[in-house]
């Protein structure tokens, strides 16, 4: 069962902050400081396939606004950073709403 750690994570400007993380599996996490980089090259691969799918989108249907919104958690397996999907509250985890002007 995944369990919750608080553990600092560095930032790119050096700064150290503290993040809460999710534990996966049965290695113990330790209290080490990590890069947080590690975790943003997945959110930025993440980021890059709904931009390239929303590119598609905006080709055909055209949309004037387009909005994303996805339920992310970072999560640490292994004594490395990952970023999970999580799951929504009451809707899904990713919701994509577009509008069109009149």
């Not at 369990?3 to 150290?16: N, T």
């Not at 055209?62 to 397996?77: A, N």
């Amino acid at each position: 069962m995944a369990s919750q750690k608080i553990i600092p994570l560095k930032l790119s400007d050096g700064e150290v902050i503290k993040v809460e993380v999710t534990q996966i599996g049965e290695q113990p996490v330790s209290a080490e400081t990590r890069i947080f980089k590690k975790a943003t090259s997945v959110i930025k691969s993440i980021a890059d396939d709904i931009a390239g799918t929303l590119k598609e989108v905006n080709d055909n249907v055209k949309p004037d606004k387009f909005s994303v919104k996805l339920g992310l958690e970072i999560g640490i397996e292994s004594g490395e950073l990952t970023a999970l999907i999580v799951k929504g509250t009451g809707k899904a985890n990713l919701e994509i709403t577009m509008e069109w002007g009149k």
